[in-house]
């Protein structure tokens, strides 16, 4: 038997020991206890029972609890009607309202040509400027180039300071030797003191052939330094006459000179009295043209 969706526990009107069976704790407790909903029906509308406090639901009259148990369709109806309405009414208003505050906060933020434009503007003045400054910047490192390829006396300095630190290195060494080799001895002496000598002799030796050795040492690398900067201050002189206006001259240039002046445009040669042409392998006096 199918369990029921719902109990009904009726009867008609009586005496009050025809309705006393439902005062009993029994039957009372069970309703208490039930899973399944129940309507109490019991007697008529001045009739009360236990269980009737018991039930889910009380009904007057057994009539009354059969319309409970099946309500109208029409009613049920307009209510579920009711509510559908009830809804839309709800998400047309909850849409509604979120589309506003959408256009509030569309009309709180910026236009987007007003975001725009400074970044814009910047763009284009940066962008007029650029030109310019690549020209500055490449102006610049032209000028920079050209005072360290033809200043020889920054190389000619250079080459002099290089070599006044070598022989100061150079004067620097022998004595460092000597005070290492007395250094040494010192030592030797004061540890050969008190000893035996056949063990003094082992470690005068011993000390001999480390101090030659460190000698040796020294002596290789003073001379692999005083190589190196041999060679790059040869390295330094050849850059320098590589870079000197002779080499210049070389490749089929010539320097103009009015006396001890340069002349470098047509309006210094004009006025000068004798111009000098310097070639590389030679100079000539010429007269002016004056």
């Known amino acids: 038997m199918p369990r029921p969706d719902l109990i009904i526990v009726a009867r008609g009107g009586g005496s009050l020991e025809d309705l006393w069976g439902f005062n009993e ?36 009259t057994p009539t009354a609890a059969a319309e409970l148990a099946v309500p109208v369709r029409i009613e049920l109806l307009a209510f579920v009607d009711q509510q559908g309405a009830r809804l839309v009414r709800a998400l047309s208003n909850g849409v509604q309202t979120r589309r506003q505050r959408l256009r509030d906060l569309a009309r709180a933020l910026p236009q987007v040509d007003t975001l725009v434009d400074g970044p814009r503007q910047r763009l284009d003045y940066l962008s007029d400027r650029l030109p310019a400054a690549l020209r500055q910047a490449a102006a610049q ?51 050969g003191r008190g000893l035996r000598p056949d063990l003094l002799r082992t470690r005068l030796d011993r000390q001999a052939e480390r101090l030659g050795s460190v000698l040796a040492r020294l002596s290789d690398r003073a001379t692999r330094q005083q190589a190196e900067r041999t060679a790059r201050l040869a390295a330094l002189d050849r850059l320098r006459e590589t870079l000197g206006y002779m080499e210049t001259l070389k490749r089929g240039y010539a320097v103009v000179r009015a006396g001890d002046v340069l002349v470098t445009d047509t309006v210094a040669a004009a006025n000068a009295d004798h111009l000098e042409i310097q070639f590389a392998d030679g100079r000539i006096a010429v007269g002016s043209r004056r």
């Open 25 to 60: 704790e029994i039957v009372v407790r069970a309703a208490a206890a039930s899973d399944i909903p129940l309507i109490s029906a019991v007697g008529h509308e001045t009739d009360t029972t236990l269980i009737d406090f018991a039930a889910d639901i009380r009904a007057p």
């Open 141 to 191: 490192k032209r000028l920079q180039l050209s005072d360290a390829a033809l200043r020889p006396a920054i190389l000619q300095r250079r080459l002099a300071e290089d070599r006044r630190r070598l022989a100061a290195l150079s004067d620097r060494l022998a004595p460092a030797l000597q005070r290492r080799s007395r250094d040494a001895a010192l030592t030797l002496d004061r540890a």
